[in-house]
């Protein structure tokens, strides 16, 4: 196991909230509310897409995130590309991503 107890639960904890945030703003998005700044400030999506559907990409990310770490599944932690380690640094800011520095964009 590559991270104890304690800090799975942390983690798993702020990829929940942020699950939580991302279905509030899509609620709200669906009763017409206009929130593409909300989704800027939160780095959600890639442009060209409809709001709803950048929110229903990075909810598919939270979710794929949390069923790692509820599998106790190695690869949470690590780029989806290249595998490399993010770092615990790196993930109690951001315990949803999933991509190194080099292929942020990819």
């Known amino acids: 196991m590559r991270f104890d107890p304690e800090t799975l639960t942390r983690l798993r904890r702020g990829i929940m909230k942020r699950g939580q945030t991302l279905a ?24 060209g897409l409809r709001p709803e ?14 069923k790692l770490i509820d599998g106790d599944d190695d690869r949470y932690g690590r780029c989806d590309v290249c595998g490399e380690d993010l770092g615990l640094a790196a993930l109690g ?8 520095q080099r292929h942020m964009n990819d």
Request: aromatic residues 2%; glycine residues 8%.
């Open 53 to 66: 559907e950048r929110v229903r990409l990075a909810l598919d990310a939270v979710e794929a995130r949390r």
């Open 24 to 47: 509030t703003i899509l609620s709200e998005i669906l009763a017409g509310k206009d929130k593409d700044g909300s989704l800027d400030a939160l780095g959600v999506g890639k442009p």
């Open 93 to 100: 800011e951001m315990p949803w991503a999933d991509r190194c």
